[in-house]
């Protein structure tokens, strides 16, 4: 494999930024293409919950979740929910999701993957963090989870595969939490605090910083639109975008729940779909909690940001195209407010804001990182779903491993794109 290769990479989101910082790192000349803003609003890595939770191993989909189906669609507000009219369009990728998670050995499988994706993530974003000299937005102070009841963790299939995968935890009862988290609504009485988790203070932000690092230590930033990949007799001479020609000699796609076209431009139709996802954020809270927690019930994270008091989460399959349904990021206000009946319930608009975004989602739950099969020229990373923040520092390294032609410092065998094809 040549030294010293001209990498175009396809988005500038964490994924993106971090592949490039890792590939400017091993001596390559790298160039973004993004029509947006690193970091901006249009990508996933800005209104994500900032959880670097390197204990997210779990796929979305477990065995018996095809009961919960006919509720998915009949209930447009539930934590998931599919639209009936994007349901033709999703139904390979839905088959393909309930599949995966169709026995308990399959999720384990996906569960020691991704422990090797994520392990040591927190650590890993503090790192790129300090370089990029915004160390103070990466946080490795832990994470809780708190649940109605004991027996809501007890008969979770999620939190035995998460110990027999090595995640530690530490359990608190109730008046551990009261203690720790005197704001918190009494309904829920048990809580696990997972010390080597972190999080980030403004996901938007730190992505951004990475990007002008990135810039600063030599990569270009071309503000445009990718269209395709042109091949030469399966060699990668450049990339298409709307205004031209980019030329380079590897390409790593990292478009987020936009890689698709890309990836069927070189014949590699991949069952990439959005899981769809809100934030709300209250600006200047009167109150929250002291911890970064993510509730059971309400399937939501709250996170402290530089920008305010974060809840985000929730999924609604219904496409890259419609329009957002506002009634689901109101839902995550109206959970904090019951989270935290302290906040006031009328706080002005003014100072709520909502925002909703595109997770890149695999069916199985784990993201694509390898090669084409047209060229080992083009590498993909793309697909991580609901753990890409958490997930891009490793993924940037090991894209950078995969265009220099070293050996992957984790398996890849269950991230092969080839395993849908
Ligand atoms: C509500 C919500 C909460 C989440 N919470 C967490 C969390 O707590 N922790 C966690 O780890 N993950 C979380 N995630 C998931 C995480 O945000 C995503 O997995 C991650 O941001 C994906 O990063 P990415 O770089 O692959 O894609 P993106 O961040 O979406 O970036 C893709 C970039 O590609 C660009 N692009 C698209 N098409 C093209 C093209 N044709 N040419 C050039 N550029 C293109 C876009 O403009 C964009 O900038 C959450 C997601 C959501 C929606």
């Known amino acids: 494999m040549p030294e010293g290769r001209q990498i175009a990479i396809i988005g500038a989101g964490a994924v993106g930024v971090i592949s490039a910082i890792e590939a400017l790192r091993e001596g390559h000349r790298v160039t973004l293409i993004d029509p947006g803003e690193p970091g901006g609003e249009q990508a996933a890595s800005y209104g994500n919950a900032g959880w670097l939770s390197s204990h ?28 009936w009219s994007y349901l033709p369009k999703a139904l390979p990728w839905l088959i393909k999701y309930l599949l995966s998670g169709r026995t308990e ?6 569960a020691v993957a991704l422990r090797d994706l994520l392990k040591d993530a927190p650590l890993l974003h503090k790192k790129l963090a300090e370089e ?16 109605p009841a004991r027996g809501n963790f007890d008969g979770d ?10 995640v530690e935890w530490l359990e608190l009862s109730a008046d551990e939490m009261r203690q720790r988290e005197p704001e918190l609504d009494p ?29 600063a230590s030599g990569a270009k930033l071309v503000r445009a639109k990718a269209t395709g990949l042109k091949l030469d007799g399966g060699k990668l001479v450049a990339v298409f975008t709307e205004t031209g020609e980019i030329p380079c000699d590897a390409a790593v796609v990292a478009a987020g729940a936009r890689s698709k076209l890309l990836t069927q431009s070189v014949g590699d139709p991949l069952p990439l779909e959005t899981e769809r996802g809100y934030h709300v954020m209250i600006e200047h809270p009167e109150t929250g909690p002291r911890s970064s927690m993510m509730a059971s019930d309400a399937k939501m994270v709250v996170n402290w940001t530089n920008k305010g008091l974060r809840a985000a989460g929730t999924v609604e399959i219904a496409g890259l195209d419609a329009e957002p349904n ?10 904090l407010f019951s989270m935290f009946p302290k906040l006031p319930k009328d706080i002005p ?21 390898g090669y084409a099969r047209a060229s080992r020229d083009i590498v993909y ?41």
Not at 192 to 213: K, M
Not at 326 to 335: F, P, Q, S, V, Y
Request: overall charge positive; proline content about 9%.
């Open 56 to 83: 997210s191993v779990i796929p979305p989909a477990e065995p018996g979740v095809w009961r919960k189906v006919p509720g998915y669609l009949l209930d447009p507000l539930g934590p998931l929910a599919i639209r």
């Open 105 to 110: 050995a399959r999720v384990e499988k996906t």
């Open 132 to 147: 990029a000299g915004v160390s103070e937005l990466i946080e490795r102070n832990g994470v809780m989870h708190v649940f």
């Open 157 to 166: 299939l999620g939190w035995r595969i998460r110990k027999r995968v090595g």
């Open 187 to 215: 309904r829920y009485t048990f809580g696990v605090v997972v010390e080597e988790a972190g999080r980030c203070r403004d996901p938007g932000a730190y992505v951004a910083a990475l990007a002008n690092h990135a810039l």
């Open 326 to 335: 506002w009634k689901r990021a109101e839902i995550l206000r109206d959970n």
């Open 349 to 369: 608009a003014s100072r709520i804001k909502m925002w909703f975004g595109h997770r890149p989602s695999m069916p199985d739950g784990r993201p694509c990182i």
């Open 381 to 421: 990373a793309f697909g991580h779903g609901h753990i890409g923040l958490v997930g891009s520092a490793r993924t940037g390294r090991l894209v950078a491993q995969l265009v220099s032609g070293k050996t992957p410092e984790i398996p890849l065998e269950p991230f092969a794109p080839s395993r849908f094809l």
